[in-house]
Each structure stands twice: as C-alpha cells, then as structure tokens.
C-alpha cells in the first residue's frame, strides 16, 4: 500500500514536470493523478500481457506516466475554465 501510494507521487511528479507551464495542483491533486494514472497505465499494460496491474513494469510505468500528464491536461482545463467562469 505505501508503495503505490508513493510510485503514485513519482508518476504524478513525473507528469507534472512533463506538462508545461505551471499547474495549479497541490500535492493531494498530484498524488490522486498519479495514483489514477498507475491504475490505468497498469489496466493498459496488463491488457498487453506485460504482468499484472500491481506489479512494477516499464510498460506500465510509461503508460502511467501519460496516462497521469493527460489527466493533468483534463484538471488544468476544467480548473482553467472555472476559473474564467468566476472571473467574469
């Protein structure tokens, strides 16, 4: 359990240090990506043949790792876009 939640942070870290510009995320929002983008890269992976979802593999990791820089991508726009919303 610690180790997910920590390959979580390093996914989300990784993913926000790949998406330019700067991200109005907090560490929860980073962790909560990453942890969601390792599940996903996992899913992707396992699907593949590669191993399981839990275990640590290349594929799945750079698989998270995207999976986690476009769900930055989704959050900056929603974010981005509610915050145009209440500006006007």
């Known amino acids: 359990m ?4 920590v390959a979580g942070l390093v996914i989300g870290a990784l993913a926000r240090l790949i998406v ?3 991200q109005r995320l907090g560490i929860l929002a980073t ?3 990453g942890l969601v983008g390792s ?13 399981d979802i839990w275990e640590l ?6 698989l998270a790792v995207v999976a986690a820089v476009l769900l930055i991508g989704v959050a900056e ?3 981005g876009r ?3 919303s209440v500006r006007r």
């Open 82 to 84: 509610s915050n145009r």
């Open 57 to 62: 593999n290349v594929l799945g990791f750079v």
């Open 31 to 33: 962790l909560a990506l």
């Open 2 to 5: 610690i180790g997910f939640l």
């Open 20 to 22: 330019p510009g700067r």
């Open 39 to 51: 599940l996903i890269g996992g899913l992707i992976a396992q699907f593949f043949g590669t191993g």
């Open 77 to 79: 726009g929603v974010a």
